[in-house]
């Protein structure tokens, strides 16, 4: 056995997002998002399951503080809903719904919990995907509105911002394959709502700093790296296209180099841009790139492409792994594609500082007999992953934080209530909380800050 030490005032987290578990998805004045709107459609999610009620959070909040305190998380990651705030996407603040997060802030900090916020965690008011959402640029300037009235009502005591969750999501899995709302299968407009959704990051950035002066303010965007199946030229070739769907279309605009260029061309000859570029103005690019305070990193796992497939064949891009373990989201344990990317994030793209945003695994294990729940699945996933975080750090990578995806069960989007993430057991008909062992063995390496490896 070996002990990894993590830095002094390394940050351990972690995370959940406002529609996954708050419920509560028409009371105080809050109007529909798009995900209401999605998940209210049969068909759309699993079972026709819903955010309606999730993990009844909105109600149940002080409780889940105070068992967050009670295991001693040093960090919470959440994100608002933009259509508690600021309803039908208007103007018109609405006080009980800002209300909610003032007294969730509060509260954290007087347990001694620091809160990370995220402003966007995919709940576009559906009066603002009515007008086009995503793809149509005056969402930018509704974005950076919700970005001011909450960084001028929370900004004098949350000093860690995060415009955007996961970009590739919103835009790509969103638009492009269909599975999230809004459910469409359009290219260009995918296309589009990226570009629009980094403007408003770009354009954000700065309206936050104005509010809150000593905050830290980055983006998470999501991570999936890819390796070649084989040593082939196509195999090659299908994960550099990959790569530049997944990772370099988002990252190189963040980072001030532009839109790939040799993705730029693979779009036009598959017809996906059909009008070029025209949806960046001038300036776009340069407020793209304002220079961020840190880097989040959500990542779970990686592909394997082969040159067999195509983008549009998503869902069966990866081959498997016969020697690989795989989560019950049918997601390969990977944990080197982290230590590669944290890794690249500095080397390559010389991110000033880095949090792992969003980490973690889905496995269904329940109570036992005597109340237990005995996840050791996720305990050694975390334990392999964060093996490779603190190698990175030994190399040298600005690793500021870690935040466990996620703190308790929750609505798992399209797939409803059937995976478990949490480190947290909910138990949907009571609404009962149940630390799994995970969250034992967790509490044990924050109040000791560090790992015991195998
Ligand atoms: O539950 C999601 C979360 O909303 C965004 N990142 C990935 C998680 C697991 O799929």
């Known amino acids: 056995m070996a002990v990894l030490r993590f830095p002094e ?7 959940t997002s406002a529609y996954q578990i708050e419920g509560a998805w028409d009371e105080d004045g809050r109007s529909p998002s798009h995900w209401d709107t999605f998940a209210h459609t049969p068909g759309k999610t699993r079972n026709g399951e819903t955010g309606d009620v999730a993990c009844d959070h909105y109600r149940r909040w002080p409780e889940d503080m105070a068992l967050m305190a009670s295991l001693n998380i040093q960090a919470y990651r959440f994100s608002v809903s933009w259509p508690r705030i600021l309803p039908n996407g208007g103007n018109q603040i609405n006080e009980a719904g800002l209300d909610h997060y003032d007294r969730l802030v509060d509260g954290l900090l007087e347990a001694g919990i620091r809160p990370f916020i995220t402003l966007y965690h995919w709940e576009l008011p559906q009066t603002l995907q009515d007008a086009g959402g995503w793809p149509e640029r005056s969402t930018v300037d509704h974005f950076v509105q919700l970005a001011d009235v909450v960084s001028r009502r929370l900004g004098d005591r949350v000093h860690n911002w995060i415009t955007h969750n996961e970009p590739w999501c919103t835009s790509m899995l969103s638009h492009q394959i269909g599975l999230h709302a809004p459910g469409w299968r359009n290219w260009p407009a995918a296309l589009a709502a990226a570009h629009h959704v980094l403007l408003s990051h770009g354009t954000a950035v700065p309206a936050i700093r104005a509010n809150a002066p000593q905050a830290e303010v980055g983006i998470a965007p999501n991570y999936e790296p890819a390796y070649p199946l084989t040593r082939s030229p196509e195999d090659i070739e299908a994960a550099r296209i990959w790569d530049g769907y997944y990772i370099r279309w988002f990252n190189d605009p963040l980072f001030g180099r532009h839109y790939p260029a040799d993705m730029v061309a693979y779009y036009q000859e598959k017809g996906y841009l059909p009008h070029g570029l025209n949806f960046v103005q001038p300036g776009d690019m340069e407020t793209i790139a304002v220079p961020v305070d840190f880097i989040g990193i959500n990542n779970y796992t990686r592909q394997i492409m082969s040159g067999k497939v195509s983008l549009d064949q998503f869902q069966t891009a990866a081959s498997p792994n016969p020697n ?5 989201m049918n997601w390969e344990v990977y944990p080197d594609g982290l230590y590669d990317l944290l890794n690249r994030l500095h080397f390559d793209y010389q991110a000033p500082k880095i949090y792992i945003t969003e980490n973690g695994c889905s496995y269904g294990d329940g109570p ?6 005995h996840d050791t699945r996720r305990i050694d996933y975390l ?16 690793v500021a934080g870690y935040f466990v995806w996620s703190f308790m069960d929750n609505f798992e989007w399209s797939l409803g209530y059937s995976q478990r993430f949490g480190m947290v057991y909910v138990d949907y008909q009571t609404q009962q909380r149940l630390p799994k062992e995970s969250a034992y063995w967790y509490k044990d390496v924050i109040s000791h800050n560090q790992l015991e490896t195998m």
């Open 368 to 373: 036992d007999k005597n109340g237990r729940i």
């Open 9 to 15: 005032r390394f940050v351990w987290g972690t995370a």
């Open 324 to 328: 690989a373990t795989y989560t019950e």
């Open 383 to 398: 334990r392999s992953y964060l093996t490779g975080v603190h190698r990175a750090i030994g190399n040298g990578v600005p």
